[in-house]
């Protein structure tokens, strides 16, 4: 019997999704990292998680090394290509970042924000987050609650059967009882009638 074949669509879970990144962040540095070993190749693996985390792996000593290297290839392709053909080596090119741009990014999420360079507009935009981030959270710890009252009151409600139960019982056992105490009283009584 084989695995099942995993249908590759967004995790709708928050919980689960966040088990599988951390799991898949992990086997993914690992790959990486046996195939700079294996092959003797450079690799660099640059990762935001949603919440805008970075991690990074390098297989060399400096991820800005390999960077600059891309950065050299990448200026090299684009002169070569632009001699040939100006407009598709612009399109071509045109969506990927440059090395100045990546090593922002990276060491903007590295270090976290720095509040003095941020525009106004910056300013709105991580206020936004941030209220968003704090409606979610509240939203969280709203289900939180209801499903903990849910509980309780499932529990409750058990609680008021099981003691009704037992004052059945209880209610039967003394019915019993003077039953017992009756019959034991007319045992008693029947020597004395003969």
Do not use: W
């Not at 100006?86 to 741009?101: C, F, V």
């Not at 499932?154 to 019982?169: A, D, P, Q, Y």
């Amino acid at each position: 019997m084989g695995r099942r074949k995993l249908q590759l669509k967004r995790i709708e879970n928050k919980s689960s999704r966040q088990v599988t990144f951390s799991k898949r962040r992990g086997g993914l540095i690992k790959k990486a990292r046996e195939l700079s070993v294996l092959c003797d190749v450079d690799v660099a693996l640059v990762v935001f998680s949603s919440r805008g985390r970075l991690y990074e792996f390098s297989s060399t000593n400096s991820l800005a090394c390999i960077l600059d290297r891309y950065q050299r290839r990448f200026d090299e392709e684009a002169v070569a290509l632009n001699s040939v053909n100006a407009e598709g080596s612009h399109s071509k090119y045109s969506n990927r970042l440059s090395h100045g741009q990546l090593l922002q990014i990276v060491h903007r999420q590295h270090e976290g924000p720095n509040f003095e360079q941020m525009t106004v507009t910056d300013l709105v935009q991580l206020e936004k987050q941030l209220d968003a981030t704090l409606a979610q959270t509240r939203a969280r710890k709203m289900e939180l609650m209801m499903e903990s009252l849910k509980t309780l009151q499932e529990k409750e409600r058990m609680l008021i059967e099981e003691k009704g139960n037992l004052e059945k019982e209880l209610a039967a056992a003394k019915n019993d009882q003077d039953s017992t105490a009756v019959m034991t009283m007319e045992m008693a009584t029947l020597p004395l009638l003969r």
